[in-house]
């Protein structure tokens, strides 16, 4: 089927499959469409029929409230076409930049699924075909017969990754997780979409690092400190993290970031906030390697920042309330240029 | 006629802000800073995202959700912000803001806002109003390159090629959005483009010839005026790309 864009600064057309999302396709034949979760919620990728007929495959998605369906407006990332389609996106359009991964659909298996704690996840994706992706990158996950598809950042970090490595919270109601913490076995089919996301970091970054982090918002963190440890980032730049938990018997990962930071401990600060209870006695001595507080983790990163904003880039992931207060803290005291705060909206 | 009240200045928060319907239904973010007060657009240019939930220091404003910023003085877009906000200059009257003198599509215009006002009134003087149902088709490719328009309200596209081959090639829904170029520059006598309205729309028309008249007796608003213009061609062939 084939898709005609109207975009502000021009048109664009591209071939879909039947059942493909007109995002996916786009993004799959090099178009830069507008989005950000790809998955339903965020409403960045909202477009308006002009001709042509599609059908919405999740008429009940959370980023619907940002669209006027009696106006003729969709969701990209949940409309498939049912013949030849023309959308209008208000919005400036260009081709994907060359040399960022190819973004295509694939499929994989799922291996090694393991509870971190009691309500997180973590498993691989072993892939059919190998992928490239940036640090700090996500990809979308389905399971045939499950309904609904989920985003996930990347954890790992490599090039010509065969294997993925993600984390998942327990979302109570949520197709895939549920899917996820319940029925799904070892080698399950996946179908998987991406990689996607522009919270990306390389180290042709020349600015000191920040990372803030909420519950499962760590794994993308884990990918851009695998990646900046082991390109030696931290020999010529501070780092600091701060990943915020309810208790200590929320946070995992722990020993793995005590590993990264034994790989930078000079310039590569750690720090766990627990907003839900004092520092158990017993952390600083289980793991030297990280700094433990008590507080929100926005609070907690605004007590350590505290006069080191000067030419820091910033990556927030977390849940809502927790990036918005980070965003706070970042722009309103630490006066960050917008420029220099990433992170991707998935809700 | 009186001016159309927005609300009372006891109901926006000292350097804060205050989403409002004026009367006659406007929406309008209005925005306190040192005593002042400025009207915009009550949702973010970017998306349909309610600006009255931006972050606020009394002088930068930015939407929380992609970090677009402004300076609240002038509406002029800061950092990644690639669009200004539609201003709606207020006024106070007694103990309440009414919506004061509004500017005109030229005014707020790409090429031409900020320009020296006596500058700006010679352009406004040159310029006509014309009103276009949907459906109207402004110009087709090799009709003579004349005028420039300034979109006042409405939308209008662009298309390339004629007839079965013509292909879309964008579009412009925003008050000052300026278009028909090519009557701005020398060698191009022509129009490469259609322009045909998507909606009732209404421009302002202006002579080319004329308006670069009007620049060259004033040689800081002309290089002004031309640089945005080639800011413009720059960022059109940018986003054109390869593909």
């Given at each position: 089927m084939?898709?005609?864009?109207?975009?502000?600064?021009?048109?664009?057309?591209?071939?879909?499959a039947?059942g493909?999302?007109?995002?996916?396709?786009?993004?799959?034949?090099?178009?830069?469409?507008?989005?950000e979760c790809?998955?339903?919620?965020?409403g960045?990728?909202?477009?308006?029929?002009?001709?042509?007929?599609?059908?919405?495959?999740?008429?009940?998605?959370?980023?619907?409230?940002?669209?006027?369906?009696?106006?003729?407006?969709?969701l990209?990332?949940?409309?498939?076409?049912?013949?030849?389609?023309t959308?209008?996106?208000?919005?400036?359009?260009k081709?994907?930049?060359?040399?960022?991964?190819?973004?295509?659909?694939?499929?994989?298996?799922?291996?090694s699924?393991?509870?971190?704690?009691?309500?997180?996840?973590?498993?691989?994706v072993?892939?059919?075909?190998p992928?490239?992706?940036?640090?700090?990158?996500?990809?979308?996950?389905?399971a045939?017969?499950?309904?609904?598809?989920?985003?996930?950042?990347?954890?790992?970090?490599?090039?010509?990754?065969r294997?993925?490595?993600?984390?998942a919270?327990?979302?109570p109601?949520?197709?895939?997780?549920?899917?996820?913490?319940?029925?799904?076995?070892?080698?399950?089919?996946?179908?998987?979409?991406?990689?996607?996301?522009?919270?990306?970091?390389?180290?042709?970054?020349?600015?000191?690092?920040?990372?803030?982090?909420?519950?499962?918002?760590?794994?993308?963190?884990?990918?851009?400190l695998?990646?900046?440890?082991?390109?030696?980032?931290?020999?010529s730049?501070?780092?600091?993290?701060f990943?915020?938990?309810?208790?200590?018997?929320?946070?995992?990962?722990?020993?793995?970031?005590s590993?990264?930071?034994?790989?930078?401990?000079?310039?590569?600060?750690?720090?766990?906030?627990?907003?839900?209870?004092?520092?158990?006695?017993?952390?600083?001595?289980?793991?030297?390697?990280?700094?433990?507080?008590?507080?929100?983790?926005?609070?907690?990163?605004?007590?350590?920042?505290?006069?080191?904003?000067k030419?820091?880039?910033a990556?927030?992931?977390?849940?809502?309330?927790?990036?918005d207060?980070?965003?706070?803290?970042?722009l309103?005291?630490?006066?960050?240029?917008?420029?220099?705060?990433?992170?991707?909206?998935?809700? | 006629?009186?001016?159309?009240?927005?609300?009372?200045?006891?109901?926006?928060?000292?350097n804060?802000?205050?989403?409002?319907?004026?009367?006659?239904?406007?929406?309008?973010?209005v925005?306190?800073?040192?005593?002042?007060?400025f009207?915009?657009?009550?949702?973010?240019?970017?998306?349909?995202?309610?600006?009255?939930?931006?972050?606020?220091?009394?002088?930068?404003?930015?939407?929380?959700?992609?970090?677009?910023q402004?300076?609240?003085?002038?509406?002029?877009?800061?950092?990644?912000?690639?669009?200004?906000?539609?201003?709606?200059?207020?006024?106070?009257?007694?103990?309440?803001?009414?919506?004061?003198?509004?500017?005109?599509?030229?005014?707020?215009?790409?090429?031409?806002?900020?320009?020296?006002?006596?500058?700006?009134?010679?352009?406004?003087?040159?310029?006509?109003?014309?009103?276009?149902?949907?459906?109207a088709?402004?110009y087709?490719p090799?009709?003579?390159?004349e005028?420039?328009?300034?979109?006042?309200?409405?939308?209008?596209?662009?298309?390339?090629?004629?007839?079965?081959?013509?292909?879309?090639?964008?579009?412009?829904?925003?008050?000052?959005?300026?278009?028909?170029?090519?009557?701005?520059?020398?060698?191009?006598?022509?129009?490469?483009a259609?322009?045909?309205?998507l909606?009732?729309?209404?421009?302002?028309?202006?002579?080319?010839?004329?308006?670069?008249?009007?620049?060259?007796g004033?040689?800081?608003?002309?290089?002004?005026?031309?640089?945005?213009?080639?800011?413009?061609?720059?960022?059109?062939?940018?986003?054109?790309?390869s593909?």
């Amino acid at each position: 089927m084939r898709i005609r864009i109207n975009a502000r600064n021009r048109g664009f057309q591209f071939d879909a499959a039947p059942g493909e999302a007109v995002l996916y396709a786009g993004l799959a034949a090099g178009i830069d469409l507008p989005y950000e979760c790809a998955t339903g919620t965020c409403g960045t990728c909202k477009a308006k029929l002009v001709d042509g007929r599609l059908h919405d495959a999740w008429p009940a998605a959370p980023g619907r409230k940002y669209v006027k369906p009696e106006q003729g407006e969709y969701l990209m990332c949940q409309c498939v076409a049912d013949g030849d389609l023309t959308l209008e996106v208000a919005k400036f359009v260009k081709p994907l930049e060359p040399g960022m991964g190819r973004v295509a659909a694939g499929a994989g298996r799922l291996r090694s699924p393991a509870l971190l704690v009691h309500d997180v996840m973590a498993f691989d994706v072993e892939l059919d075909q190998p992928c490239d992706f940036e640090a700090g990158q996500f990809m979308v996950l389905a399971a045939p017969g499950v309904e609904g598809h989920r985003a996930y950042s990347m954890v790992n970090y490599e090039r010509g990754a065969r294997r993925l490595r993600f984390v998942a919270k327990r979302k109570p109601g949520g197709g895939f997780s549920e899917w996820l913490f319940g029925a799904a076995s070892e080698g399950a089919a996946l179908r998987v979409f991406g990689p996607l996301g522009k919270a990306t970091f390389s180290p042709e970054l020349a600015n000191d690092l920040v990372c803030i982090a909420g519950g499962s918002g760590i794994a993308g963190m884990m990918s851009i400190l695998a990646r900046a440890v082991g390109e030696g980032y931290f020999d010529s730049h501070r780092g600091w993290l701060f990943f915020g938990v309810r208790k200590l018997s929320d946070a995992f990962y722990l020993e793995e970031l005590s590993a990264l930071r034994a790989r930078a401990p000079d310039r590569l600060s750690i720090t766990i906030a627990l907003s839900d209870e004092a520092v158990p006695a017993e952390a600083a001595g289980r793991w030297p390697q990280l700094a433990f507080d008590q507080g929100f983790v926005h609070e907690v990163a605004g007590r350590v920042l505290k006069g080191h904003y000067k030419d820091i880039r910033a990556y927030v992931a977390g849940p809502p309330p927790a990036v918005d207060a980070a965003l706070r803290l970042l722009l309103l005291e630490g006066k960050l240029t917008a420029d220099n705060i990433r992170y991707d909206k998935f809700s | 006629m009186t001016n159309r009240f927005v609300c009372r200045i006891a109901d926006v928060p000292q350097n804060g802000l205050k989403e409002v319907e004026a009367e006659g239904g406007l929406k309008l973010l209005v925005a306190s800073a040192g005593g002042e007060f400025f009207g915009y657009q009550a949702q973010c240019p970017h998306q349909d995202v309610a600006l009255c939930e931006a972050l606020y220091d009394g002088s930068v404003l930015t939407c929380h959700m992609h970090l677009w910023q402004w300076d609240i003085r002038t509406g002029a877009p800061i950092g990644l912000a690639e669009a200004p906000l539609q201003s709606y200059p207020l006024a106070v009257e007694g103990d309440s803001l009414v919506l004061g003198p509004q500017p005109s599509a030229l005014d707020v215009g790409e090429l031409f806002r900020g320009l020296d006002s006596a500058t700006l009134a010679k352009l406004a003087g040159l310029a006509l109003s014309e009103s276009h149902p949907a459906g109207a088709v402004l110009y087709s490719p090799g009709d003579p390159a004349e005028d420039i328009f300034v979109l006042d309200a409405g939308r209008v596209e662009f298309t390339i090629g004629r007839g079965e081959g013509a292909a879309p090639d964008g579009f412009m829904l925003k008050k000052g959005e300026t278009f028909g170029w090519a009557a701005l520059l020398e060698g191009y006598p022509q129009r490469i483009a259609g322009a045909r309205c998507l909606e009732d729309s209404t421009l302002m028309r202006i002579n080319g010839r004329a308006a670069i008249g009007v620049l060259e007796g004033d040689a800081s608003a002309g290089f002004t005026a031309m640089r945005r213009l080639s800011g413009l061609i720059a960022r059109y062939l940018a986003l054109r790309g390869s593909g």
